[in-house]
């Protein structure tokens, strides 16, 4: 078994109004950020595991996002790294 | 009729909650821990409304996968009769017993403030005492409480019956302004399919006293004691 770091990013699906994404936006735009379009507020998740490999790694990661981590109902997850600790 | 009252590290409504069936219907409640998987024989089960285990990651994530709910998900698959107030209506959509997802309210406050519902259906062992269209006045209190469903989803629960509550302006209508969380359609209530699990963000338990303003969810409470009444006597 090697240890492993997942770094995992979930994000409110898009064409869900997130209320905390949309102030973000506004704020950028009053900064002078017109460029700025759609932003999404989510969160990051950093755990450190043990597997077999990289790809079995990455494989309980998306058990974890399905499980517990993400809501299915209302957000995307994106196993963003799998790395050795 | 026996009720059992989950509670949860963070739950905060489960006083009023046993005061509700104690005092209001006069009838047994007990609470049932977390960790355990004993409902001690209830015959209706109350998901109370606070912050378990924090709101960590999502409000209901952690809990619902608390030993007693599986016995509380047990229970609902039998027809058992489960109202899930607030917190408990987010920690009965995450187990899966409730369609949608409850989200940060559209204006990222936590809103505490009466609302009007209105009743939507009374074809439900909840709301039977009550009239359809009955604007009744109960209490909110909650930073997440905006229900999302997928449209798919949306469509079929409307189309079944299963929205129960709408938030409402005085005179009845689920106006824009009326919407205190961002709901879709107005939503405040959903039940089950089946009919036995009410997820309501509105605190029923917080409105049975005029002295609190509202007796509103008096008639809820005597809606299910009629109807475990009734599964008793037949």
């Known amino acids: 078994m090697t240890r492993y770091r997942l770094s995992v990013h979930i994000v409110p699906r898009r064409g869900i109004l997130d209320p905390q994404g ?6 950028l ?16 998740l950093v755990l450190d595991t043990e597997a077999a490999s990289a790809e079995a790694a990455r494989e309980s990661a998306r058990v974890m996002c399905e499980k517990l981590l993400a809501n299915p109902v209302t957000e995307d997850y994106e196993i963003a ?3 050795q600790a | 009729m026996k ?8 739950s905060n409504c489960d006083e009023d909650a046993f005061n509700a069936v104690a005092e209001t219907l ?3 409640a007990v609470y049932c821990w977390h960790k355990d998987h004993d409902l001690q ?7 109370p409304g606070g912050f378990s285990y924090g709101d960590y990651l999502r409000p209901g994530a952690i809990a619902r996968f608390s030993p007693i709910m599986q016995e509380v998900v047990a229970f609902a698959r039998r027809g058992g009769p489960v109202l899930a107030i607030c917190n408990g209506f987010q920690i009965a959509c995450e187990a899966g017993l409730l369609p949608g997802a409850l989200l940060r309210n559209s204006n990222l406050r936590f809103i505490s403030a009466p609302v009007q519902l209105r009743v939507e259906s009374i074809a439900t062992p909840f709301t039977s005492r009550y009239h359809i269209g009955e604007v009744i006045t109960v209490p909110i209190a909650h930073g997440d409480g905006r229900f999302t469903a997928d449209p798919d989803v949306l469509a079929r629960i409307e189309g079944a019956g299963q929205v129960v509550f709408r938030y409402v302006n005085a005179s009845g209508d689920a106006a824009l302004s009326a919407n205190p969380n961002g709901s879709l359609r ?16 509105p605190h029923p338990e917080r409105a049975l006293d005029p002295l609190l303003g509202s007796i509103g969810g008096v008639a809820l409470f005597t809606s299910l004691l009629d109807a475990l009444m009734t599964r008793a006597g037949s």
């Open chain 2, 26 to 28: 006069g009838q047994e």
């Open chain 2, 186 to 201: 107005n939503i405040a209530g959903i039940v089950s399919a089946g009919g036995n699990v009410l997820g309501m963000m």
């Open chain 2, 41 to 47: 024989g209830a015959d209706l089960v109350i998901l």
């Open chain 1, 22 to 27: 949309k102030a973000v936006s506004d704020a």
């Open chain 2, 3 to 10: 009720a059992g009252i989950v509670r949860f590290p963070g």
């Open chain 1, 29 to 44: 735009h009053s900064l002078g950020f017109a460029q700025v379009g759609d932003v999404r507020v989510g969160r990051f």
């Open chain 1, 81 to 83: 790294a799998v790395e």
